[in-house]
């Protein structure tokens, strides 16, 4: 029988390409998205590139009585957790708003879950779980927390709340994946990174700048310890992480408890590399200039993936310069929308 599967926060740039993945793989999605920062094109946009589109409710996963209708109407099997705010700086900011956002609304969900009969959940963590102090690269088994900012903070502590409620009933199954870069958009050119404003991250900034809307790329720093001086991260193909969102519901069927798996590729690139391989793969300059460090940044971190592999039977597939060449076909496609 076709699975019903629950998207919160399924608009976004991650919940996007998730929800094309397991339309492809034949289920039936549901999204619930409150449309903070993504768009309902998104949902249309899924629907072409699937041939079926999503079903879709304009919802605040923190408002109860409305996320208690979606799970009235739907028969929904497993959650893919993907609601909440992600940008680091403003969670400095604004602490109170990300930990009421982002804890409340996963509080509201899992009760709404359990009141449901519905306890598979795969939940969007990230690598910034493990802090400033382990060594690289990550493993699951690794200590957590240490993190630097109010997101990382909610991550840490969504996590605490699984594993505290998987150990209390063994009818919940939960998934932690921490992602590390996701980068890339889907290969049609209709789904990808919308950001706000002006970039934080680096490939929205990079291809902005290919794109004339921004003049130039600063490299943050160019004197840290690895090969060219610039920072190293594991970046990963945001259609590869859809993948290992549909093997981690696989597992969540067949596997009760808690777990943490991470979703990287498990070799770094530095920045200047990501740079010079967009730059060849789309022929297109990237004017950028090597300035000053940004607070904050790790020098290098990535992936260990074995556990992945092992028990997912996933790896990445695609390469640094089918990231660059598909995010460039996302920002030319969507200027001007
Ligand atoms: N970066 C950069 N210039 C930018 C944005 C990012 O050099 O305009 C670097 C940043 O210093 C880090 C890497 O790119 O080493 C990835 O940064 P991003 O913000 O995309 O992700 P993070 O690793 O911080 O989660």
Redesign the pocket.
């Known amino acids: 029988m076709e699975r019903t599967i629950l998207l919160t926060g399924g608009a976004g740039f991650i919940g996007s390409h998730v929800a094309v993945e397991l339309l492809q793989q034949g289920c039936r999605v549901i999204i619930a998205d409150d449309l903070s920062n993504s768009c309902e094109d998104v949902v249309q946009r899924i629907g072409a590139i699937t041939g079926r589109e999503p079903i879709f409710y304009q919802t605040d996963v923190a408002d109860r009585a409305a996320l208690e209708r979606v799970f009235a109407a739907e028969p929904v099997e497993a959650v893919v957790h993907l609601a909440g705010y992600k940008a ?1 700086g403003e969670s400095v900011q604004k602490p109170l708003m990300y930990y009421r956002n982002n804890l409340d609304s996963t509080l509201t969900l899992l009760e709404v879950m359990d009141a449901h009969d519905v306890r598979q959940i795969i939940f969007s963590s ?3 779980v493990y802090g400033e102090k382990n060594p690289i690269p990550y493993t699951e088994q690794m200590p957590t927390g240490g993190c630097t900012n109010p997101y990382g903070w909610t991550k840490y502590m969504i996590e605490q709340m699984l594993k505290d409620l998987a150990a209390s009933d063994p009818r919940w199954s939960a998934v932690c994946l921490r992602y ?2 996701p ?1 890339g958009a889907h290969e049609s050119g209709l789904i990808g990174e919308a950001p706000n404003g002006i ?8 291809t902005q700048t290919a794109a004339g809307i921004r003049k130039e ?5 160019g004197d ?1 310890p690895t090969p060219d001086g ?4 594991d ?1 990963i193909h945001v259609v590869d992480l859809a993948r290992g969102h549909a093997a981690a519901l696989e597992y969540a069927r067949r596997e009760s408890g808690w777990i943490a798996i991470n979703l990287g590729s498990g070799r770094p690139s530095s ?1 200047l590399e ?1 740079v010079h391989t967009f730059q060849e793969a789309n022929d297109i300059p990237v004017p950028h200039r090597v ?1 000053d ?2 607070e ?4 290098s ?1 990535y992936a260990d993936a074995t556990r992945a592999k092992e028990l997912l039977d996933w790896q990445t597939e695609k390469t640094l310069a089918d990231m660059c060449r598909d995010s460039w076909r996302w920002q030319q496609n969507s200027q001007g929308k």
């Open positions: 680091v990230s690598a910034t590390f870069n980068v970039p934080n991250n680096l490939m929205p900034y990079v790329l600063t490299v943050f720093g840290y610039t920072c190293m991260r970046f920045v990501l300035g460090r940004r904050g940044d790790l020098a971190y």
